[in-house]
DNA sequence: CGGCATCCGGGAAGATACTG
DNA sequence: CAGTATCTTCCCGGATGCCG
């Protein structure tokens, strides 16, 4: 009987409260933000959240699905490997990480040079994206981020973004998240990246910057003297 | 040195990430939520947050004031009592709030049943209006809870709320939030709240009912069968 | 009384080792 | 690779007490 379910609850009504009900405990919003771009596998989401270890990634999993957020899966054979998914309803929590990110970038403490994860850099790009600057821009462009690849759609309504075959884009990018971040948020130079072969681009430069131009942080927040 | 801050971090530059350092505390969103219509005593938050404690409150402050989301003021005299508010950047996190809130309400674990404070329901009010619902309507709402007493204002760019004199209201609710709940949302009969004193109405019924449609909670999230 | 220390017990998170 | 078992660490919450 290790568990009987006695967890802290709020006993409020309110929605939020259940929502931290449901996703306040450690690492669980990450697990579904990395679960946001589609099912992956518990090796998966390990790599990519470091610091969590298998006990708590294995507990949140099963929470997560008793509460119908997570949808534990199977590949088809050969495969036949475990993997996780979000429920529809799991899906829409992304507002929540878009919310709570936006809101957090505009803090005087965010340290933008930390590691990023792929799937972080790729729902930033979906919550940053200034739509009025789009015009009448439509690419699509592909990531390349190791063994894990991306294709994103830029549209009048925004940037959509799933698992795919990155070079069905009209651009590409080959390097590592943080990189990608420091040429798109950072203004780092794309001629210096490409030259110390920290970021690669397939396709035209000037498509790239383009796109990078999109994406502007909100301004930090200056505490008024006391 | 009771320990340098060793909070337990994420390393991630995702913002969430770091939005979760600023508010993922237990009870730091709580905080910041029953500061949302304004500025508050340390007794009140304490009263309207069943469960705390006060070191616990004493310490979600701290933090909170260190990152500069949340602000201490003193009261002018003669009242001369210490307060605590919001930063402008934390009134900005209310977006957090609202998603979070609205994404559970669709959980199908949600007990409504539950306890709620005041600011809790008037900020749902705010989540979940239905603006395309509002019409021309345009009217003053007051709310008295207690000693509480909030004004809110219905218009045709949402619902607005702030503490405020409840007697300015073309329509005054008069109860406990839970029972407020109940009518706006569980579809309580007004008559009958009425009858037994749980909520006293000042102006007319039929406003009062205009108004409690205006809100409808999500439909609730049903898992498909495996 | 409001605000904040201090001590303690329980439980969740972290690290590591281990098994199928 | 996908988890489970076990031990340790530390946060949370309650009680108590000091101090303005």
């Excluded at 993997?83 to 878009?98: C, H, M, N, R, T």
Aim: hydrophobic share 45%; glycine share 12%.
């Amino acid at each position: 009987m290790k568990n009987s379910a006695k967890k802290r609850g709020f006993d409020d009504a309110c929605g939020m409260a259940h929502g931290l009900e449901l996703l306040g405990d450690r690492w669980a919003l990450f697990v579904v933000r990395e679960l946001m771009l589609g099912p992956r596998r518990f090796g998966d989401l390990r790599a990519d959240l470091p610091g969590i270890s298998a006990n708590v990634l294995a507990q949140r999993l099963t929470e997560l699905e008793a509460n119908g957020i997570v949808v534990r899966g199977k590949l088809p054979p050969p495969a036949s490997v475990p993997v996780y998914g979000l429920s529809e309803w799991g899906y829409e929590a992304e507002p929540i990480v878009q919310e709570l990110g936006r809101w957090a970038a505009r803090s005087p403490r965010h340290d933008p040079t930390l590691p990023i994860s792929g799937v972080s850099i790729l729902l930033s790009f979906r919550t940053m994206i200034d739509r009025k600057a789009i015009g009448d821009l439509v690419l699509a462009v592909g990531f390349r981020f190791g063994e894990d690849e991306y294709l994103g759609h830029l549209g009048a309504d925004g940037f959509s973004v799933g698992r795919g075959a990155a070079d069905a884009g009209d651009i590409v990018f080959v390097g590592t998240p943080s990189v990608l971040a420091g040429f798109v948020y950072g203004g780092a130079p794309l001629a210096e990246l490409a030259e110390s072969g920290a970021l690669h681009l397939m396709g035209d430069p000037a498509l790239a910057a383009r796109f990078a131009a999109l994406f502007v942080l909100p301004p930090k927040f200056v505490p008024p003297p006391r």
